[in-house]
């Protein structure tokens, strides 16, 4: 069972965070964070999203139930 978990281990260490590790050594802090600047762009992209979703299904509820 332990040789599962060192697998996840050598994944993320070895090969997911390859990239993260070459941003580490970037004295710009704008390279350093654009992966950040954009996951964050994409979470209110996604809220927008939901709350128009809401917005619809809340007028179809109310002219359903008029």
Same mark, same amino acid.
């Given at each position: 069972m332990s040789e599962f978990f060192y697998g996840i281990q050598?994944?993320?260490? $070895?090969?997911l965070f390859v990239p993260l590790n070459a941003l580490r050594f970037l $004295?710009? &802090? &704008?390279l350093s964070n654009i992966i950040n600047l954009i996951? !964050?762009?994409i979470g209110f992209v996604a809220?927008?999203? &939901? /709350?128009?979703? /809401?917005? !619809?299904?809340?007028?179809?509820?109310?002219?359903?139930?008029?």
């Open positions: 050598s994944l993320f260490e $070895d090969v $004295d710009s &802090w &704008w996951f !964050i762009t809220f927008f999203y &939901w /709350m128009r979703q /809401m917005k !619809i299904f809340s007028e179809n509820e109310k002219t359903q139930s008029a």
